[in-house]
Every structure is written in structure tokens, then in C-alpha cells.
């Protein structure tokens, strides 16, 4: 894809555009500034909470207690109650501390800052501006540990069914039955794309995205480098992969090293091909710009995880006539991937993207694993769907209750 | 020396070489590049140093009241990845990298199964009855919208026949999706080189008060 | 050995860290992980800053092409390095914050650092206008509908939107620009995200459960069984 001087003048002209309509939406603002007024209210000290409970928090390592109150009677919204501040104080001490304020109308509230097997004692006072109520106070509250979150167990049981599904299809594959997996555009012109390299005789420009190694995309992303990386080893073109962390240079220097050995080419093997740049995303992009507009790479890859700088790149290879493959599980970057490159591999793509390439029978298990995953939840939002229009339609009792169940089945409590 | 105004010129001397390069390559944007890149790694391993090592290692494991034991695992991995500049033993580095991508596996796993599935298929359970037309076919888009676009994921099936037409719809939702984002971000982006401007213009050329 | 142990270890801290979310007692386990690998990434930026000399050395001591620009990052980063290190001009001592108002390190951070990364994101003004236009041709029913949503949006956010359609009357309400912006962000756009979203989760825990299994190896450098 040639870049023609009439594409650049429309650039160019787009750029101009752009710039005069900045300039002259730059305005003056001007900043007033308010003078408090004194306050000359009267003091109005309103009536203190009805009884306080507090309770140890289920699940936990013992670090959260949860208190309820009883709203001050001046608390009917007339604004006599600004707010109500809690005190807490260990049991055999009396020393108490404020730990929160909350708004008027709020009868609850949850302090995970307390130590586990300490003993305390929680006080409540109605707030009318600084003039407090007595407070009301609890009985003492030990927080103890819980071994099992059993709040918890929802996700435990779907968490088991999908990651169940996905370990059955991996192990059915192994069997041998061949599993139907449908074109990925942008998977299947990966190789269209590096032939491309070879016969322009440019270099293929990697970029991993902008994450370290405890991201999953990254992961993904280095994953799918080495089924590339054999690819660029079998054809002998010069892969360029700037970092912008250190253990993904680590990482992807073993994947590359590895494709090429297995590629019987250990020689062509460089460790220059993946340097480091810097950590700073903005100096990163810098320094990936100024390198796609010098060595005008043939090729673009960009999977991984990305933020604003997305589009940078995206535009700065557009100009060099990169053909450019995208991939991203980062829902606000994947407009501008798709609007800007050639291909881009939508979120769950990314991830399937390794297996795929591999073609292996048990990695493509996972990928039917996933398609369950997906079916449940479309079959758990069905049933929702149904029983909760039901039960609003109609009441009854086995719908609503089905509704109720739906929710709570998909709600996390922590 | 009035280290400000020095800076301000500063400052303004590298903005116009970075927008230079909306032009095109040049030796101005290609100084500007060097420094950006010298001085952010610098920045950034002096700030691992500080928060990291010494904070957030040696502070621990050094606390004269209460002295952790648990960094040390940290730091000998951290030393584990060293070895890679020794050819003999430089495997031993593929141990931390094997501990970081199990330990993001499993981390990961559960924190997007909970945010960005259970959470989700919970929101998506909406009642068709709503007592209101709009609020019911609003509903519906988002329910069937759901739908389609997770019809459109399905990798073991071939888009044909209704399954296809489902996951024809599917792509248009998700086109209405990155085009509203799209559309979204659009004047945040246009502030930033506003931002820009009002520093050129404002603080370093002062014709804008 | 040199294979096994790296699976071994990938699988064990894998299942743990799944599980230690339903057991209390080590929940944090995640934490601590964070606290590790926060450990273990300064020790990975030696390697890394080594690699960044040794490059610009390489180019310089070779003089290869640009060699001039790389003496200028290689004296960039030791400036600010030793600007951090010996808190340089630091108004107060060597155990004082090393961004210290009045600081070297704090100086170049305000003026060469904010601005160089500022501009390089307000780019993105120049880069979104220029990808619209390129995008936005309305080549297909796709990119018709992409181009539609990005205009109402676009419009819904601007006085000029409210005011090109205030005229239409109240009983067709949602067919004005700001009513229909609104709408679009919560009807087909939140219908799109959940759908991604929930692809994203599944995805990730297939990918997850093929490391932690060990069906997954490129990045250890070992082949695939």
C-alpha cells in the first residue's frame, strides 16, 4: 500500500483543520471568588441514635465490623441531622476515635479497619453541623477469622463450571476428535501479512503492548509473539520489538530465541531484536514513532494491553503504509484499533488468538471450553429475563422467587 | 538564576519539537525523543528504587519494631532474574517469569470472572415489562444486544444461516459501541492539545492572560 | 529440570492464588504477590536500563547512524539518575523526599518530563481528527453505523447538538440529539460492552487455565507437547 502525496496532502490538511479550530476555541475565564457567609444559626444539638448493634463480619480474616443504628428521631429529612460520626474504642479502654461520617438517612455502616481477636466497643452520635448528640453505644465486638468464605460459594460453583467445561474440552481434544473453529480475519492474515514483509523487504515492528507481565493481555500478547516468531524465523526477516518493561524484554527474548532453535536457525538469533525504551508510556510512543517513521516497518502488530497511546501508534504506522494487526481486551482502545488498523482482535479474540494460531487439538478444546461459557451465560440471562418480565407481569410466587434466586446466584457479596 | 522562566522556555522549546513531528521526522522531534526517553528511565528506576526497593524491601525487613520476612521472596526472585546474564545458570531466571505468570493466571482469573462476567450477566437480567414502551424496547436492545454480540464471539460454530443473522446483528451492536466511544472521547482529546496551546500562547508567549 | 520446574511453579502459585480467594485466611495472597513482583520488576530494570546503555553505547562507540542522539538520552538518564539518587540540589538531605519542591529531579521533572509526555498526548488531538476522516467514509453498512453513533455522540456533547434539534417536539423527545446520544450510550453501547466484556472474561479464563495446565508454554520458551 503506497502512501500517495494526495493522502498525505489530505493529512496534512486535516491537521491544519484541526489546529485553527484550537485556536480559536481558546478563551479567558475568569475566577470569582465567594465570601463565606458568617453563620449565625442557632445551636440545635439533635437526639441521639436509637440503639446500636455491631456484629463480627461474616468471611473474613477478622478485620471488618459491621454496625447498625437506628436513626436519630430529628431525622426526617428536614435537615436537623446533618450526619452521623462513629466512635470506636477498644473494650477495656475508653479512648474512643472517630472512624467515619456519613450522610443523615444512612442507618449502616462497615469498618474494615479494626484487628482481628481485639475486642471493641462503637459509639454513635447525630451530627447538626460541629454540635453532636450523646453517643449511643454498642455492646462489645470481638472480629474473628473465618476459615471459608461461604459467601462465596456462587462463585465457586459457576467458576467450577466453566473452568470444567474448558479443562473437559481440553481433555476430549486430546482424543482426537476434530473440533470446528471458525475464521478469525485478523488470525488468518497474519501470515498474508508477514509474507508481505519478506517481499518488501522490510522489517515487522512487535509491539506487546504497554503492560508488564502481570497482565494477562501481555501474556496473550507474548503468546501469540512466539507463534510469530516462527513464522519470521522460517522466513528469515528481521523482527524489531521495542519494550516498555523489562521482564517483557526478558520474556519475549526467550519466545523469540526459542522459535528461532526450534526453527533450526539459532544463529540468526539476535538479542537486539528486543530492546528496552522506557517505562513512561508517552517516552515509549515517542521512541516506537520515531522508529516506524525511519525504518517504515511492513508490518505492524500491536497486542496487548493499551491506553491513549493506542491511536498514536495506530496513525503513525497508517503513515508509513504498515499493513497493521490489533488486538486488545481494553474496551475504550478497541475503537480507535478498529477505525485505524487493518484487523483487530476483539477482546476475547486476543485470548483465543494463541490457540488458534497453534492448532493444536487440545488448545483448541479451550476455545470450545469458552463457547460453553458463553452459552450459560446466555442461557442464565434467558432464564432471568423470563422470570423476572414474569414475575412484574404477573406476581405469582415461583417467578419472583426465581428472579431473586437469578440474582443472587450472579451476585458477589464481600 | 530565575530557574522559571528558564523552564518555561523549556517546556515550550519541547512541545514545538514534538508537535514538529505531526509534519514530518525531523532533527528537532528526534532531539526532543532522545531526551524524553533518557530522562523517563531515569525517572522511572529512580522511583522503583525509592518505592520499591527501599520502601517497600529494605524499610520492611529492616523495621526495628516489626521486621517483615515475606519481601525476601520478592528479592530472591528479583535476584533469580539476574542470572540471566550468566549463560550457565541463566535458566534459573525462567523461574520468577514462571511465578509471575501463574500468580497473574490466578489473580486475574477470578478478578475479571467476577467483574466482567458475573457482574455483567446480573445487570443484564432486565424485566421486558417495564409498565412503559420505551423502557421496555430499551430493555430488549440491551438484552437482545447482549445476545447477538456474544452469538458473534461463538468460535465453534460457522456464521451461517440464523445463526449468521444473529451474529450479523451482533456486529452492528458492537459498531454502535465503538462508535459511541468514538464519538466519546473526541472533545477530551481536542482539550488536550488545548491545554497545549494555553500554555504556548498563555504562560510562555503571555498573550493570554 | 530446566522445563518441569518453571511448569511445576506456574501451576502450584496458579491454583493457590485461585483458591486462596474463598479461604479468609489468605486472601491477601494476592497482595503479597503485588508486593513481589513489585521487588522483582526492580531487579528485571537493571537488566532492562543495562540493555538501554549498552544500545546507545553500541551506537555510539560504532557511530552509527544518529549516534549524536543516543549520547543525548544515555546523558539524560544518568543526569536524572544521579539527580535521584544524591538528591541533587535537594533542599533538604539525603534522607529528604527525593521530589523534594526546589529539587534537580523535581525541576526536570516539571519542565522537561510533564511537557515532552503532555505534548505527546495532546497529539492525540490531531491523531483522532485524522482517523475519523479517514474512517468515517461509510465504505459499508459497518462502518455506516459506526460513523452514525460517533456523529450523535459527538453532536449530544456540543450546544450545537441541543440546538439543531430542539424544534422536535416533545412527544418524539428521543429523536433530539442530546436525548439520542444518551440513548445510544445506554442501549446498544452498554448492549456491546457487556457482550465484550463477558467475551473478555471467558477468554482470560480460558487462557489462564491453559498456563496454569501448562497447555500454554511459548512464553517459557519451551515448545508446545
Redo the contacts between chains.
Sequence with gaps: MDITKRNIKNLYCVHLIVFLFLISSLTVFAQTETVAEEDTTTIFIPQSPISVTAEDYKYDRGESVVINWGLSPDDDGSGKVTGYEIFRSEAEQDDFISVNVVAPGISTFRDKSVENNVEYIYGIAALNGDDASPMTLSEPVLPDTEIVNWNLLNLFFIGLLIAGSVIYFIAHAKRGKKLFIRKIAGLEAIDEAIGRATEMGRPILFIPGINDMDDVQTIAGITILGRVAKVVADYDIKINMPVARSIVMTTARETIKEAYVGAGRPDAYSDNMVRYITDEQFGYVAAVDGIMVREKPATCFYLGAFFAESLILAETGNSVGAIQIAGTAMPAQLPFFVAACDYTLIGEELFAASAYLSNEPKQLGSLKGQDVGKFMAMAAIALGVISVTIARAWGGSFFPWLDEFMHRLFTITN | MD?TT???W???V??LG??S?????NIF?????????????????????????YS??YSQVTDPVDPQW??W???V???L??T??FEKIG?L??????????????????F????????????????????SI?GAI?NL???????????????????KGAFGGAAKI??????????????????S??S????????L?GQWLGL?? | MKKQVPLTITFIVGVVLVLSVFFPPVETLGEDFSLFFDIIAVFAFFLGGGNLIRVHTDRISKKKKDWGFSMITIGGFLIMLAAGLFKLWNPGDISADVAATGSLFQLMYDWMFNPLGATMYSLLAFYVASASYRAFRAKNRDATILLVAAFVILLGRTPLGMYATEWIPESFSLLQIPNLAIWIMTSPNLAGQRAIMIGIALGVVSMSLRLILGVERTHLGTDNE
Design positions: 530557574w528558564f523552564g518555561v523549556l517546556a515550550a519541547f512541545t514534538i508537535i513531528f505531526l509534519y514530518r521526522d522531534y528526534k532531539l526532543c525523543e532522545a531526551i524524553f526517553v533518557g530522562i523517563s528511565a531515569g525517572y522511572w528506576l529512580i522511583t522503583f528504587f525509592w518505592d520499591n526497593l517497600k524491601f515475606t519481601p521472596i520478592g528479592f526472585l528479583g535476584a532474574m539476574l540471566r546474564l535458566w531466571s525462567r523461574w520468577p517469569l514462571a511465578f509471575i505468570i501463574g500468580a497473574t493466571a490466578g489473580v486475574y482469573m477470578m475479571y470472572f467476577v467483574s466482567n462476567a458475573m457482574l455483567q450477566v446480573s445487570a443484564t437480567i432486565l424485566p421486558i415489562y417495564t409498565g420505551s430499551s436492545f440491551i438484552i437482545v444486544g447482549t445476545f447477538c454480540g456474544l452469538i458473534y464471539f461463538f468460535f465453534s460454530k460457522e456464521h451482533g456486529i452492528w451492536f458492537l459498531m454502535a459501541t465503538f462508535g459511541a466511544s468514538f464519538g466519546y472521547t473526541v472533545m482529546r481536542m488536550l492539545m488545548l491545554g497545549r496551546l494555553d500554555f500562547f493570554i492572560k
